[in-house]
């Protein structure tokens, strides 16, 4: 199992509309690609020098070849939806691979 981790830190004064976009819109439409089998949205509690408020949210896929799969066909297209949010945020991606659960 592989994890697809998106970093995000976004500006306090487009936070709340952030967030609701998120939660309503963008992390479903992530699971409708059908490439996740489920997504964790977290809150970072250490706060950055930069300000903001930072989100970890995981979304969880059984390869890299799915993953893949949502790069070439998805990414492009649900990236495109954050402009709306264009500045206001920083983000960064880093792929996990599961090694244990318990």
Do not use: C
Request: glycine residues 4%; aromatic residues 12%; charged residues 25%.
């Amino acid at each position: 199992m592989y994890i697809y981790n998106v970093t995000i830190n976004i500006e306090e004064n487009v936070h709340d509309e952030w967030l609701t976009w998120m939660k309503d819109e963008h992390i479903p439409d992530m699971l409708s690609t059908g490439k996740f089998t489920k997504a964790l949205m977290t809150k970072v509690l250490v706060e950055e020098e930069m300000g903001g408020i930072t989100y970890s949210v995981q979304y969880t896929t059984n390869s890299k070849e799915t993953l893949q799969q949502y790069y070439d066909q998805d990414a492009n297209r649900l990236r495109a939806e954050a402009d709306r949010f264009a500045g206001k945020f920083v983000a960064f991606r880093t792929e996990l691979e599961i090694v244990s659960e318990h």
